[in-house]
């Protein structure tokens, strides 16, 4: 029984040999997401966003005459640094992966970053790590992002507020890294335009009741109250009191308030309230979803078209420096996914090789409607709603 | 200066709110004080039974609704209430015959007591989450407002608003008939007069022949209700959520220890009293100052004394200083 596995694990290594022999051009990119922890529900659909795009690169013969592209998936875990580090150690170490799309959560990649891609000199584009931190970080401009910075919506709902003139609000948010982070980069950008924020508050989530909360915030009073929050929890709570007790009737709703559950709880109660939350009316949008279509994942899902984006735009780089090593193509990043040049959408990757083939520009759209910007982020498209007759109602892309 | 405004803020955000969470905390706390006081121990599991009774509530109501009883302006959770108080009673006695006998025949410890609770709580946690589930329920329907923001501001023209709503009006004109009838039975029925019999001396008691288990059985019935009643209101008022059920714990203990254990009325005045610290000490006085005060003393700041986060830590901080200073509660109670 020992000879017989003994010798079929032989054949199986000579087999596996011999593959690897046949598919002697093949580049590895890592899909480094949190398959385990909190975002478990969504990085299945991100990593069928990332290995669409291979596939399609593969489909249409592979990136520099022939080399074709493999997806080897590990696990950031989201939120655990030290499991997040080993595994991209291994993807580069023992895999050579010679890119990584990922990490997702803003914690882990920030540790990815500086543990394991700056010192192997491997290229990080991240699809949804939004921590306004990682813009500063040092990355030996390795490290890009296909989803914006927080930072970028508090700029937009300054923008928002100062179009509709409105000067003075109350800001609550729940007390947690995306509410405090949201509503610092807003009072910020917001007091930069001459703003001014009466109060900025923190609500704890899965209260049964916020009388004190509004209390504290009608007291400091102002036009219109942020709710940096979440529409389950208790950002609608919030907003229920402050309705009950007469103390706002004008909401500013950012992307964590957006959504069906708002018209139904609250209805024409919350007219005229407004907000935004990150969408394109980009074709790119409808044509990922349709290219998506009986790939096993869901294609609106919340990062999936930013991760299709990320690991079109690495290999694209790849095709333009001629090279599959990061030093090479980090700085073709930036080239590939803004204009000048031809608009490339998804399921146009292999007419977008043959651009490159031929010398000419392209100006990588895709399915989040790509542009980078500062130190090679999302510019951040956002989608501007507001209440009208109890429903969401789009005002305008920006 | 604008004292009207400053009353009608005041009213709004203080007083009103106060009034209705302080009821909701009397009630929970008289079922604690009342199985102290007579089954001689602490019952963690209050809060659990608590959200086990308004589970009921919902679950019945639900029921109504989809049957298309309704009861107008009223919330049909108010019809739903006495079949809800009738299952938890059950549900309490079943709890008394499997678990806690066994423990008073043997004499036990009130602290072994306190344990034997402790698991009940969990159990009973366990089973709230897994026939409701751990969310947010939403039961309340009928008309939401007796006077709303809006036509307050319409009828007096003042700029402040004050709203009521039919669930705080609810809350205060139940707890009222619950308490008026609480007393009456303590202290005009035979019954009634046993149970505080009971609860002063029970050697005395046993000797004049008062049945123990009927006592007992009365007792649950009781608390059955006030819990169920208060877990209703506050459902009504607020939203049902097992978790902030088990939260309500701290205050109802700290309203009944600093009334003192064991005293029905102290535990009246203890929940009203942890209530308005809670809101009062937590309420940023601005707007109400900004309106009482002259101009030139008007506050630039919010003028609050802790942030609405730290809730829980005032009524902790008044139930560590009762305990310090007087351990048997502003009215006379029994020592912890």
């Given at each position: 029984m020992?000879?017989?596995?003994?010798?079929s694990?032989?054949?199986?290594?000579?087999?596996?040999?011999?593959l690897?022999?046949?598919?002697?051009?093949?580049?590895?990119?890592?899909?480094?997401?949190?398959?385990?922890?909190?975002?478990?529900?969504?990085?299945?659909?991100?990593?069928?966003g990332?290995?669409?795009?291979?596939?399609?690169?593969?489909?249409a013969g592979?990136?520099?005459?022939?080399?074709?592209?493999?997806?080897?998936r590990?696990?950031?875990?989201c939120?655990?640094a030290?499991?997040?580090?080993?595994?991209?150690?291994?993807?580069?170490?023992?895999?050579?992966?010679?890119?990584?799309m990922?990490?997702?959560?803003?914690?882990v990649?920030?540790?990815v970053?500086?543990?394991?891609?700056r010192?192997?000199?491997?290229?990080?584009?991240?699809?949804?790590?939004?921590s306004?931190?990682?813009s500063?970080?040092e990355d030996?401009?390795l490290?890009?992002?296909?989803?914006?910075?927080?930072?970028?919506?508090?700029v937009?709902?300054?923008?928002?507020?100062?179009?509709?003139?409105?000067?003075?609000?109350?800001v609550?948010?729940?007390n947690?890294?995306y509410?405090k982070?949201?509503?610092?980069?807003?009072?910020?950008a917001?007091e930069?335009?001459?703003?001014?924020?009466?109060?900025?508050?923190?609500?704890?989530?899965g209260?049964a009741?916020?009388?004190?909360?509004?209390?504290?915030?009608?007291?400091?009073?102002?036009?219109?109250?942020v709710?940096?929050?979440y529409?389950?929890?208790?950002?609608?709570?919030?907003?229920?009191?402050?309705l009950?007790?007469?103390?706002?009737?004008?909401?500013?709703?950012p992307d964590?308030?957006?959504?069906t559950?708002?018209?139904e709880r609250?209805?024409?109660?919350?007219?005229?309230?407004?907000?935004?939350?990150?969408?394109?009316d980009?074709?790119?949008?409808?044509?990922?979803?349709?290219?998506?279509?009986?790939k096993?994942?869901?294609?609106?899902t919340?990062f999936s078209p930013?991760?299709?984006?990320?690991?079109?735009?690495?290999?694209?780089?790849?095709q333009?420096?001629?090279?599959t090593?990061?030093?090479?193509?980090?700085?073709?990043?930036m080239?590939?996914?803004?204009a000048?040049?031809?608009?490339?959408?998804?399921?146009?990757?292999?007419?977008?090789?043959?651009?490159?083939?031929?010398?000419?520009?392209i100006?990588?759209?895709?399915?989040?409607?790509?542009e980078l910007?500062?130190?090679?982020e999302?510019?951040?498209?956002?989608?501007?709603i507001?209440?009208?007759?109890?429903?969401?109602?789009?005002?305008?892309?920006? | 200066?604008?004292?009207l405004?400053?009353?009608?803020?005041?009213?709004?955000?203080?007083?009103?709110p106060?009034l209705?969470?302080?009821s909701?905390?009397?009630?929970?706390?008289?079922?604690v004080t009342l199985?102290?006081?007579?089954?001689?121990?602490?019952n963690?599991?209050?809060?659990?039974?608590?959200?086990?009774?308004?589970m009921?509530?919902?679950?019945?109501?639900w029921?109504?609704?989809?049957?298309?009883?309704?009861?107008?302006?009223?919330?049909?959770a108010?019809l739903?209430?006495?079949f809800?108080?009738?299952?938890?009673?059950?549900?309490?006695?079943?709890?008394?015959?499997?678990?806690?006998?066994?423990?008073?025949?043997?004499?036990s410890?009130?602290?072994?007591?306190v344990?034997?609770?402790?698991?009940?709580?969990f159990?009973?946690?366990?089973?709230?989450?897994?026939?409701?589930g751990?969310?947010d329920?939403?039961?309340?329907?009928?008309?939401r407002?007796?006077?709303?923001?809006?036509?307050f501001r319409?009828?007096?023209?003042l700029?402040e608003?004050?709203?009521?709503r039919t669930?705080?009006a609810?809350?205060?004109?139940?707890?009222?008939?619950?308490?008026?009838?609480?007393?009456w039975?303590?202290?005009?029925?035979?019954?009634?007069?046993?149970?505080?019999?009971?609860?002063?001396n029970e050697?005395?008691?046993?000797l004049?022949?008062?049945?123990?288990?009927?006592?007992v059985?009365?007792?649950?019935l009781?608390?059955a209700?006030?819990?169920?009643?208060?877990?209703?209101?506050?459902?009504?008022?607020?939203?049902?959520k097992?978790?902030?059920y088990?939260?309500?714990?701290?205050?109802?203990?700290?309203?009944?220890?600093?009334?003192?254990l064991?005293?029905?009325?102290?535990?009246?005045?203890g929940g009203?009293?942890?209530a308005?610290s809670e809101v009062?000490?937590?309420?940023?006085?601005?707007?109400?100052?900004?309106y009482?005060?002259?101009?030139?003393?008007?506050?630039?700041?919010?003028?609050?004394?802790?942030?609405?986060?730290y809730?829980?830590?005032?009524s902790?901080?008044?139930?560590?200083?009762?305990?310090l200073f007087?351990?048997?509660g502003l009215?006379?109670?029994?020592?912890?």
């Amino acid at each position: 029984m020992k000879k017989l596995l003994l010798a079929s694990a032989a054949s199986a290594l000579v087999a596996s040999a011999a593959l690897a022999g046949s598919h002697s051009k093949e580049v590895k990119i890592g899909v480094l997401l949190g398959f385990t922890g909190p975002l478990e529900s969504i990085t299945p659909h991100m990593a069928g966003g990332a290995e669409l795009a291979m596939a399609e690169v593969n489909a249409a013969g592979g990136i520099l005459d022939g080399t074709m592209v493999t997806a080897v998936r590990g696990d950031s875990t989201c939120v655990d640094a030290a499991a997040a580090t080993a595994a991209a150690e291994r993807l580069i170490t023992s895999e050579g992966v010679a890119a990584l799309m990922g990490g997702d959560c803003s914690g882990v990649t920030g540790a990815v970053l500086q543990n394991v891609a700056r010192p192997n000199g491997i290229v990080m584009v991240s699809p949804s790590a939004t921590s306004p931190a990682l813009s500063t970080a040092e990355d030996d401009g390795l490290f890009f992002r296909t989803a914006p910075s927080d930072a970028r919506q508090g700029v937009v709902m300054a923008e928002i507020l100062g179009e509709r003139g409105i000067k003075s609000v109350a800001v609550t948010y729940t007390n947690n890294d995306y509410g405090k982070g949201l509503a610092d980069s807003f009072q910020a950008a917001f007091e930069a335009t001459g703003g001014k924020v009466t109060l900025s508050a923190a609500h704890e989530d899965g209260k049964a009741d916020y009388a004190a909360e509004v209390g504290a915030l009608a007291a400091a009073g102002g036009d219109v109250l942020v709710v940096a929050g979440y529409i389950d929890q208790g950002g609608s709570g919030v907003i229920r009191g402050a309705l009950d007790s007469g103390a706002f009737t004008t909401f500013m709703l950012p992307d964590g308030m957006v959504g069906t559950g708002l018209e139904e709880r609250f209805g024409k109660e919350i007219d005229g309230s407004f907000g935004q939350h990150p969408g394109t009316d980009s074709n790119g949008a409808a044509s990922f979803v349709d290219l998506a279509k009986d790939k096993g994942f869901e294609p609106t899902t919340a990062f999936s078209p930013e991760a299709y984006d990320a690991a079109a735009l690495m290999m694209l780089a790849m095709q333009a420096a001629g090279s599959t090593k990061g030093v090479d193509f980090k700085d073709k990043i930036m080239d590939i996914a803004n204009a000048p040049g031809e608009q490339i959408f998804p399921g146009e990757l292999a007419k977008a090789i043959a651009l490159i083939k031929e010398g000419k520009d392209i100006d990588y759209v895709g399915a989040s409607a790509v542009e980078l910007v500062g130190a090679g982020e999302s510019a951040g498209n956002y989608r501007e709603i507001e209440f009208k007759d109890g429903k969401i109602t789009t005002v305008k892309y920006r | 200066m604008d004292l009207l405004n400053a009353l009608v803020a005041l009213s709004n955000f203080v007083l009103v709110p106060g009034l209705a969470y302080g009821s909701q905390l009397a009630l929970g706390a008289l079922g604690v004080t009342l199985v102290y006081g007579i089954l001689r121990f602490s019952n963690f599991a209050h809060g659990d039974t608590m959200a086990f009774g308004t589970m009921t509530v919902i679950l019945i109501t639900w029921w109504f609704q989809s049957l298309g009883i309704h009861l107008g302006p009223l919330p049909t959770a108010l019809l739903a209430l006495p079949f809800g108080i009738a299952i938890t009673g059950a549900v309490m006695l079943g709890t008394d015959r499997v678990v806690y006998r066994f423990y008073r025949r043997k004499k036990s410890d009130p602290v072994i007591l306190v344990m034997v609770s402790l698991g009940v709580m969990f159990i009973m946690n366990g089973i709230v989450r897994f026939i409701i589930g751990p969310e947010d329920q939403n039961f309340a329907d009928g008309e939401r407002f007796l006077i709303s923001a809006r036509t307050f501001r319409e009828m007096t023209g003042l700029p402040e608003a004050l709203a009521i709503r039919t669930s705080t009006a609810i809350t205060l004109v139940t707890a009222i008939l619950v308490v008026a009838a609480l007393f009456w039975f303590l202290n005009r029925t035979r019954t009634g007069k046993s149970m505080r019999a009971f609860s002063d001396n029970e050697d005395l008691a046993l000797l004049s022949g008062i049945n123990p288990e009927r006592v007992v059985m009365v007792t649950w019935l009781i608390v059955a209700a006030l819990t169920t009643i208060a877990g209703t209101l506050y459902g009504l008022d607020k939203s049902f959520k097992p978790f902030t059920y088990f939260q309500l714990l701290l205050p109802f203990f700290a309203a009944a220890i600093v009334g003192g254990l064991g005293n029905p009325v102290g535990a009246i005045a203890g929940g009203f009293v942890i209530a308005f610290s809670e809101v009062t000490i937590t309420y940023a006085w601005k707007k109400v100052a900004t309106y009482a005060l002259p101009e030139s003393m008007a506050p630039d700041s919010l003028m609050q004394l802790l942030s609405t986060d730290y809730k829980f830590a005032v009524s902790f901080g008044i139930l560590l200083i009762v305990l310090l200073f007087k351990p048997t509660g502003l009215f006379q109670g029994k020592s912890v």
